[in-house]
């Protein structure tokens, strides 16, 4: 497991260099014009902070740039929230934009692990006037409604989280949701690993 860290596109090269002069390995060592390419397709900068054995990811986009969404990685600077961290507020992640990329992050892996499901519940308990005509506007304009709109189905069947009215009316356009349900909750008390084929991929991405 790793810390996933957000960083707005004019900084994000600034950071690696913060992490490179603390003498943090990387994942994998690049020149800077590979690393610079390698960043434009839409991968995470990856290292390793020796003291707290801990893997770090610094990244500006969601995802790399073979999936079929583009979502502008300034847009969620524009739209900011608020937490408290060891007592000072810090900038994160609006609630209807965390949601839908939690749900986004689940789908990109297939949701191979039940704790992917029990942050979106969580998300949703925590933020009970959650504005949800503006989650789903927003997993539309990204192309995502329907990992959006999967990632809530799974959550609200699996852990007695409430189903807002606006998403079970929007998740009757969506008939054949229900059926990856079974198979993914199957998979949760599975000894192995699984790896889905790149069919059953497709069919979580169309």
Known sequence: DDLDFMVHPDDLMKAIRMTQARGWPPHLTL???ELEAYLRAGWDYSCHIPTADCWIELGSSIGPAYFSYRIDPREFWTDLGTA????????????PALLVLLCLHGNNHAWERIQWVADVAAVVRAHPHLDWSKALARAGRWHVRRAFLL???????TTGVPSPPAIREATRGEPDLGTFIPGIVNRWGSPERFHPSRRERLRLHL
């Open 31 to 33: 020149r800077e014009p």
């Open 84 to 95: 408290t961290l060891e007592g000072r507020p810090v900038p994160c992640l609006s609630p």
């Open 151 to 157: 990632g809530m189905e799974l959550a609200c069947r």
